[in-house]
C-alpha cells in the first residue's frame, strides 16, 4: 500500500498531512529517508520510522455508538459544531462513521477505522438491513403503510420495498417501524412527507442486526467478535 495511505490508517495524520510529512524528510522506510510520494509500503514486511519513532499499524476498532440528537455525523466540522467524532474521543484510533444520520436523528450508529468493511456495510448493494422508529404527526392508515411497504416516490425517485409496520398509534402521533437497505439522504424523513405525516422524531434502533441494548444516549461500547463477525458475513452473503 502507498506509504502516505500506511501512515493515514495508522492514524499518524490525515492523508494529506502524512504527505507533507514525507515530502518534507521526515518518514523512514526500513532505515531510509523517503520523501517521494506514491512509494509502496508492506506494513507486514517493511520498517516504517516517523522522526525515528516506529508507526504500528492501527488496531481495527468497531464501535457502536448511541447517537444523541444535536451531534454531526462527521469526524470533524469547520463550523465548530459538536461531531459524534467528540463521543469517542477517548477512543486509540481515528474512527469514521459508517454512513450517515442527520443532526436530529438519534440511535445507532457504527464507527470503525476499517475502511473496507465501512463501504461494505453502508453500500445498498450489499442490503444490510437499518430498522427506523419514526414518530409522525397524525396517525397513518392502512394505506399509507401499504404505499411505504411498496414504495414512495420522494421526489424523482421511487423507494425500494420497505418492512413497515404500525409499532405505536396515537391520534396526534405515532410511531411506525421502517425497515430499509437503501441509505438515501434523509430517506425516512422524505418517505414519511410522501404519505402526508412527517417525522417528529427519528431514532435508529437496530444496523445489520445491532441493536442499542441498555446503551444510554451518548455512550458507545466496542462491538463484540461475534457481532463484527456476523456483519461480515450479511456484507459477503449478498455480494
Ligand atoms: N433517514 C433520514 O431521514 N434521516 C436519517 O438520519 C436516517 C435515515
Do not use: W
Not at 474512527?95 to 475502511?115: A, I
Not at 414512495?152 to 423507494?159: K, Y
Amino acid at each position: 500500500m502507498r506509504l502516505q495511505r500506511f501512515l493515514a490508517l495508522s492514524g499518524v495524520a490525515s492523508r494529506r498531512a502524512s504527505e507533507a510529512l514525507i515530502t518534507s524528510g521526515r518518514v523512514s522506510v526500513n532505515g531510509r529517508i523517503v520523501t517521494r510520494l506514491g512509494t509502496n509500503v508492506d506494513p507486514q514486511r517493511d520498517t516504517v520510522e516517523v522522526d525515528g519513532k516506529s508507526v504500528q499499524e492501527e488496531r481495527k476498532l468497531y464501535v457502536l455508538l448511541n447517537k444523541p440528537a444535536g451531534y454531526l455525523t462527521a469526524v470533524a466540522d469547520a463550523r465548530g459544531r459538536s461531531t459524534v467524532s467528540d463521543l469517542v474521543a477517548g477512543l486509540p484510533a481515528r474512527l469514521y462513521p459508517v454512513g450517515r444520520l442527520d443532526m436530529d436523528t438519534e440511535g445507532v450508529l457504527l464507527l470503525t477505522n476499517d475502511g473496507d468493511f465501512s463501504f461494505r456495510l453502508a453500500h445498498p448493494r450489499f442490503g444490510v438491513e437499518k430498522v427506523y422508529h419514526a414518530t409522525v404527526a397524525g396517525k397513518p392508515g392502512a394505506a399509507d403503510i401499504e404505499a411505504l411497504k411498496r414504495g414512495v416516490d420522494i421526489g424523482g425517485v421511487v423507494t425500494s420495498p420497505a418492512k413497515v409496520r404500525m409499532f405505536k398509534a396515537g391520534s396526534r402521533h405515532s410511531t411506525i417501524e421502517i425497515t430499509i437497505h437503501e441509505g438515501r439522504k434523509r430517506q425516512v424523513k422524505r418517505m414519511c412527507k410522501a404519505i402526508g405525516h412527517p417525522v417528529i422524531r427519528l431514532r435508529r434502533i437496530e444496523y445489520g442486526g445491532i441493536r442499542l441494548g441498555n446503551l444510554k444516549p451518548g455512550q458507545h461500547r466496542l462491538l463484540t467478535h461475534a457481532e463484527i463477525e456476523s456483519l461480515r458475513r450479511k456484507t459477503e452473503l449478498n455480494v
